[in-house]
């Protein structure tokens, strides 16, 4: 009877030992990973167990709620690095080490943009915090960040002494793609009371965007590089179409309100472009991808600030130095008339190196003109080929040790020869003996002919960057070779001669003009 009474109590205490055990449980707060981590090797220690890590790795990771009945270390460790960035790798019974996944650069997006005030000026020294992470930048000179993060979605808060903060919800990060946030601060004379404007990232950019358009002192329209890239562009003359108001034309002019090329000036980062031709300005806007182009502002009135060659509007191209990320583009394009490609096409004899826009010299004019050549008089028949279009773009950027010290380059090449025909179904200088309507008979439509164009285009772009805390160094170069030979050649009567329709005469108009 003892013997089983001794059984009976022994049973009955192993019962509540276990029971015991089984209660226990063992939990840990939302906590950064950092200091679970640190956490957890305390108790490991204890244990007789080691865990190394590198801090670095485990910066800007949360690390949720853990309750679990386990004790075993290696438990802990995988419940607390699922679903992050991070994995362990187990050395021996005794010994782990914390590391980033295989693929976790592939789960790494970022977060780049521009912080400006209400009237498009750029603001220095701004903060951009990333709430939950804590993590955050500061905007350089020119009042641009870029901040990489996880993927994820994010609370982004934007704030400058003397300016009304902003907190942007819903900042989405997409693997290995950049998210653009633009935001335009409206400042405040309020210092008591904290003022907070919560928006959504597309109403904020499109808000600022319109804010900095319609504050400006002058008239002006803005063209954010984001608004370029959605509408899907590819050259500068087909974003300045989305400007209202303003017409491209093929001939790389623009007409702006119904007033002609003649008076619209043409600035590259605020620098003039020089112009051969006085009576009609142009520039080769399909020399620069949409890739190098950070803002098109058309001015529409006059400031003390603007070219004295100002006469309807400016066009301002800003071209970026510091790409926001590394990236390679190579566009090829073929453009085909069924009226004229591969038509017979007249030209006076082309130089050998025409089709790159750099001259041979073989047009030069002799010593004598004893000595011209009479095949600088003589027209030759060519194939009207394809227009073609080629363009290559690289930009590669690199954080320093400091995070706020960044360098960057922009490079661009760009080809374009174009190759068309024109029919000119009826000319005359004047109707000055006519008093009825013209009618199109084949008797009002004797003058007649053809234009012929080449025209080549070449050009390249280097920029570059490098900043600094709260200072910016930029340089910038452009160097464009144009070549354009247009050929008019028109049949036409003498209508002072008598039986005038056996009186056929031919002019020609050719000025084929290099410029750089």
């Not at 597309?202 to 509408?231: C, D, F, H, K």
């Not at 509007?313 to 085909?336: H, R, S």
């Not at 247009?486 to 329709?501: A, G, K, M, R």
Request: aromatic share 10%.
């Amino acid at each position: 009877m003892p013997r089983t009474f001794h059984k009976i109590i022994v049973t009955i205490l192993g019962l509540l030992f276990v029971g015991n055990t089984l209660a226990q449980t063992v939990s840990f707060p939302n906590e950064t990973m950092l200091s679970r981590i640190k956490n957890i090797a305390e108790i490991a220690r204890e244990d007789g167990k080691s865990i190394t890590y590198e801090s670095r790795f485990l910066q800007g990771i949360t690390a949720h709620p853990l309750k679990t009945s386990s004790t075993d270390i290696e438990t802990w460790l995988r419940l607390s690095l699922e679903n992050t960035s991070l994995t362990y790798c187990k050395i021996n019974s005794s010994r782990f080490v914390i590391m980033r996944r295989a693929d976790e650069k592939l789960s790494v997006g970022n977060l780049s943009g521009k912080i400006t005030d209400a009237y498009g000026v750029p603001l220095a020294g701004a903060t951009v915090w990333v709430q939950g992470v804590q993590k955050g930048t500061m905007t350089g000179l020119d009042g641009d960040y870029s901040l990489p993060l996880s993927v994820g979605s994010f609370e982004v808060e934007i704030r400058f002494l003397g300016y009304e903060p902003i907190q942007v919800t819903s900042v989405e990060i997409g693997a290995k793609q950049t998210t653009r946030l633009d935001v335009a601060l409206k400042e405040t004379n309020v210092s008591l009371n904290e003022i907070v404007v919560v928006q959504t990232p597309p109403e904020s950019t499109i808000i600022g965007a319109l804010r900095a358009q319609r504050n400006t002192p002058y008239v002006s329209a803005i063209l954010a590089s984001q608004e370029m890239e959605r509408s899907a562009v590819g050259t500068v003359r087909e974003a300045l179409q989305l400007i209202p108001g303003v017409a491209a034309n093929e001939n790389n002019g623009i007409i702006v309100r119904g007033v002609g090329g003649r008076w619209n000036e043409f600035a590259l980062d605020g620098i003039s472009l020089p112009n051969y031709d006085p009576s009609y300005r142009i520039f080769s806007f399909d020399l620069l991808p949409i890739s190098l182009v950070d803002n098109i502002r058309l001015l529409k009135s006059a400031t003390p600030d603007v070219s004295m060659n100002f006469g309807s509007t400016m066009t301002d191209i800003v071209t970026k130095d510091i790409p926001e990320q590394n990236f390679v583009q190579l566009k090829a394009g073929f453009q085909l008339n069924t009226q004229s490609t591969f038509q017979n096409q007249r030209a006076r004899k082309r130089g050998k190196w025409d089709f790159i826009g750099v001259d041979d010299r073989s047009r030069e004019a002799p010593e004598s003109i004893a000595h011209i050549p009479a095949e600088h008089f003589r027209f030759y028949d060519y194939k009207t080929l394809p227009s073609q279009q080629y363009s290559l773009t690289i930009g590669r950027t690199r954080t320093l040790a400091d995070k706020g010290n960044r360098m960057g380059i922009l490079f661009s090449f760009s080809y374009q020869n174009t190759q068309q025909q024109s029919v000119i179904e009826h000319t005359e200088r004047g109707r000055w003996k006519s008093i009825g309507q013209y009618t199109g008979s084949v008797s009002e439509s004797r003058n007649s002919g053809y234009t012929y164009g080449y025209n080549t285009v070449a050009g390249g772009m280097l920029n570059t960057g490098w900043q600094f805390d709260k200072n910016r160094i930029s340089l910038r170069n452009i160097l464009t070779r144009n070549f354009e030979n247009d050929l008019t050649e028109i049949s036409q009567h003498l209508e002072d001669i008598p039986d005038n329709n056996k009186n056929l005469s031919r002019q020609f108009f050719n000025y084929p003009t290099f410029s750089t």
